[in-house]
């Protein structure tokens, strides 16, 4: 069995060795990026430090030409991390191709499998970050697309539609919070009706505008609830017959009406003479 490898805290001497490869690799990037890159490879610079110092230890071990040796276990870690931090930099594949050949290139000599494995574990890090950025994108352009608005003064409806997952719902009702912050709410809906898939992640993620409504002294009625989504919330821990689940939504409106201290009336015979009026013009 391989020993455990201990680092010891490096030195002065290890710190500004360290410095001076990290210095020439990230001159070499420099010469392959321009625009929104160069300002990534920049910002890059303080990440790209723990891969250069964690595989200067590592060379100086007796296994240093073993990729698969404890000590590079930890160089492995920081250049898939590396990758990662890459991505969600927004740099471009080709400067990414070159993150970690840039960085080995500073070194004097390294083994053919250990440059191989950290090129591969820096391009895996990168496409699991390219990942996690596309979709956390698509969720932002998601939970901006569910519209809301004023029904009418101090009364806010929020829309949640479509196919979603519950970080996209939770987002856009945090972001629904700070507009009954804004506009001085004191009641709102937020109608479910057209919400795909009720289960307990999601129930729990609408459930928290009923949460951020009440810090905000502010009555929330939702609408669309059915028998899936009560069933959904009663999963969640909520009581399915809270008061402030409704079916239709005009229930669901005139219960914000009320909590709002409104009401809304027929119109007699003089305004729908007003309003038919209004309507042939």
Known sequence: MEPLVMHEEPSRADQERAEALLQRAMETLGERAFGADADA??????????????????????????IRSLGHHESLAMFALLG????????????????????????????????????????EG????????VREVH????????????????????????DHEAEVLTARIEEFGRELMRTDARACVVDLSALLDPDLRRAAAVASADETARMLGVVCAYAGVNAA?????????????????????????RAALKAAGLTLHRPGPLGRLLRRRATDR
């Open 139 to 162: 969720a932002q352009r998601a939970a901006e697309a569910l519209p809301s608005g004023e029904l009418v003064e101090g009364i806010r409806l929020l829309s949640l539609a479509g």
């Open 41 to 66: 490879i920049a910002a890059l610079a303080p990440d790209a430090r723990p891969a250069v110092e964690s595989l200067d230890m590592a060379l100086r071990l007796d296994t240093a030409a073993d």
């Open 126 to 133: 990168y496409v699991r970050g390219r990942e996690e950025r």
């Open 229 to 253: 989504w009560r069933e959904a919330f009663a999963e969640a821990g909520i009581a399915p017959d809270h008061d402030g689940f409704h079916e239709a939504l005009g229930a669901a409106v």
């Open 84 to 123: 990662r931090r890459a991505a969600s930099l927004d740099v471009s594949v080709p400067v990414a191709h070159h993150l970690a050949p840039a960085i080995l290139d500073a070194f004097d000599a390294v083994a053919p499998t250990v440059r191989e494995g950290l090129e591969l574990a820096c391009l």
